[in-house]
């Protein structure tokens, strides 16, 4: 992702003043002689005008040009914008130095976004060597002025230890001051934390209250990554149609794939569902969800994707409660099944049970799992469309996206018939009324797993 989209900078310049509406022409004849004799704050302007073609025709030259003059007579807020041109390349050739040179200026005036933007030029390396403490410095500057982007980044520095000491409680106090400005990431990391009890005490109300107000926030323009926070959001409180718009607007790698959801057939799970206790998130070394899967024997084994574990020199499991077990050791059998089977200390006293007979054409079938990576866990139901030819794998359509690799496929009795397999995403047509396409492993092959297992008992630790 761009470290200043562009459609953000539009943003920022229209709040800013930069972007007016458009004048009547003797408003332009006038603050064009306004420019020629010096006045900053009319250069400033002018080149706004020429950059979003306000008025005038579109010049980004002549608007760099304008902008240069004001931003060299020390006007901050034209030494800002003209960091954020060299930034993104426009009208002039991209040059992180130039644009690190002039947010400094700016910043060193007290301009709150260009002491943000020169924060991420630190933390990202761009046109200056990579420095988080001094990211840290100028996020802070920010912050204190109550730039909700720059509490955001704070509130993660702390978070992640990136620059300061890891500190939840200062990253909870930092997304709190953002969330309540609105800011669509901060109330995403803020109901996470109350979810998990990071840097405040595990509070279910108040990370559903967070959640509940990040899915009532309007949709942004495509491109967005508000749109991304707004879409996961929606899925936690269960709002499915707006997640599916809000995730397509995002337009990031994950974007496409919420075309399979359908709503429709898609809810939050129940105390009346069975599964609940043993749906796990399964967890790298960061800590991030990298997909589902779910306990499936009371000695603490666990099911999931082959795929979702591959490469992982770290693995761990949390359920619902947020209690996460460190993985011990992997029985993959034949990866080519795309399912493994891991060690963990838990002794569950609720695990899925594998059903009797495998599942056929045109029977009903119940997905439990995280898609997106989120916490709650998601319900979806189908129907089992077709079998290949040697009853390996099985269609069915179920919605599937990122996140639901490994998640517990059930019959209408909750008896295990498959695991949620990769290439869960792919769907053949973009029609709200078509089913979704999710290919899954069946219950022959979790049972050929087990037997294994079971026969030899010996667990390979992880890479």
């Known amino acids: 992702m761009k470290l200043i989209p562009l459609l953000l900078l539009v943003g920022i310049l229209a709040v800013s003043g930069w972007a007016e509406d458009k004048k009547p022409e003797p408003y332009l004849v006038e603050l064009a002689k306004k420019a020629e004799a010096g006045d900053a704050k009319a250069q400033c302007n002018l080149g706004g005008h020429y950059f979003f073609g306000e008025g005038v025709t579109q010049d980004y030259k002549e608007a760099v040009k304008w902008v240069t003059k004001s931003a060299e007579q020390g006007n901050a807020g034209a030494q800002r914008y003209l960091g954020c041109i060299y930034l993104e390349g426009e009208g002039v050739t991209r040059d992180y130095k130039e644009a690190v040179k002039w947010l400094t200026k700016s910043a060193e005036q007290g301009d709150a976004l260009a002491q943000r933007y020169l924060g991420s030029c630190y933390k990202n390396g761009q046109g200056v060597g990579k420095d988080e403490k001094e990211a840290v410095k100028w996020y802070t500057k920010a912050a204190e002025q109550r730039d909700a982007g720059a509490q955001l980044m704070l509130g993660a520095c702390y978070a992640l230890g990136n620059g300061v000491t890891q500190d939840y409680k200062e990253a909870v106090k930092w997304y709190t001051k953002a969330a309540e400005q609105g800011e669509a990431g901060a109330q995403c990391l803020l109901g996470v934390c109350y979810k998990n009890g990071q840097g405040a005490g595990k509070d279910e109300k108040e990370a559903v209250k967070w959640f509940t107000k990040l899915s009532s926030l309007t949709l942004k323009t495509k491109g967005s990554l508000d749109n991304y926070f707004i879409g996961l959001g929606s899925l936690e409180t269960g709002n499915f149609a707006k997640a599916k718009q809000a995730l397509l607007l995002a337009g990031n ?85 795309d399912v493994v089977l891991m060690k963990t200390s838990a002794h569950p006293q609720d695990y899925a049970e594998l059903a009797d007979t495998d599942s056929d054409v045109s029977d009903l079938v119940i997905q439990v799992g995280h898609p997106f990576g989120v916490l709650q866990q998601i319900v979806s139901e189908g129907k089992v469309e077709n079998l290949n030819g040697n009853g390996s794998a099985w269609v069915c359509s179920m919605s599937a996206m990122p996140g639901n690799s490994g998640s517990p496929v059930f019959n209408q009795e909750w008896e295990l018939v498959g695991i949620t397999s990769k290439g869960s995403y792919f769907i053949n047509s973009k029609k709200d009324s078509d089913p979704a396409c999710t290919w899954v492993v069946p219950l022959r092959e979790l049972r050929k797993l087990f037997e294994a297992a079971k026969k030899v008992s010996c667990f390979s630790p992880l890479l």
């Open 253 to 337: 790698r994950y974007g496409p794939t919420a075309e399979n959801i359908r709503s429709e057939h898609m809810r939050l799970i129940n105390s009346n569902d069975p599964c609940g206790a043993f749906v796990l998130q399964i967890l790298d070394k960061d800590g991030s969800i990298i997909g589902t899967g779910f306990f499936c024997d009371p000695n603490g084994w666990v099911l999931t994707a082959a795929h979702v574990v591959a490469g992982q020199e770290m693995i761990s499991v949390r359920d619902r409660q947020m209690n996460t077990w460190q993985v011990e050791g992997l029985f993959p059998g034949e990866f080519s099944s």
